[in-house]
């Protein structure tokens, strides 16, 4: 496993995390699923003074300890924007987490049978 893959696996916590959290906030919710900026979710300046609360709204809870770039924060809420207007599923991003899990047990095994070969030798 690499540490794109490991990212990746992240990412996609993050993203469920999110989903439960966004539970409680359906303004934000909705902000999320109707958004169409022309700049992204990143670059677009919103105008409206409401729009603007929910953007601000949406960094804080989502994003509260900064952790992510412009890129990764974008491509969370795309993912989730998905979820929420049923383009995939929430089972789906599941799934790959347990793959991403699976991938990296099986590379832990092999890890350890080449560690050890090397250590015994």
């Not at 987490?97 to 890890?111: L, M």
């Amino acid at each position: 496993m690499n540490i794109i893959e490991i990212k990746e696996r992240m990412s996609l916590q993050q993203i469920i995390k999110a989903l439960d959290t966004l539970v409680e906030y359906p303004e934000i919710m909705e902000y999320i699923k109707s958004f169409k900026g022309d700049g992204g979710f990143m670059y677009t300046i919103e105008t409206d003074p409401i729009y603007c609360a929910l953007h601000k709204q949406m960094e804080d809870l989502l994003d509260s300890e900064g952790t992510h770039s412009g890129g990764s924060f974008g491509y969370m809420l795309r993912k989730i924007q998905s979820v929420l207007n049923g383009s995939i599923t929430r089972e789906s991003i599941i799934q790959e987490i347990e793959e991403e899990d699976r991938k990296y047990r099986e590379w832990k095994e092999q890890y350890e049978v080449i560690k050890n070969k090397i250590n015994s030798e």
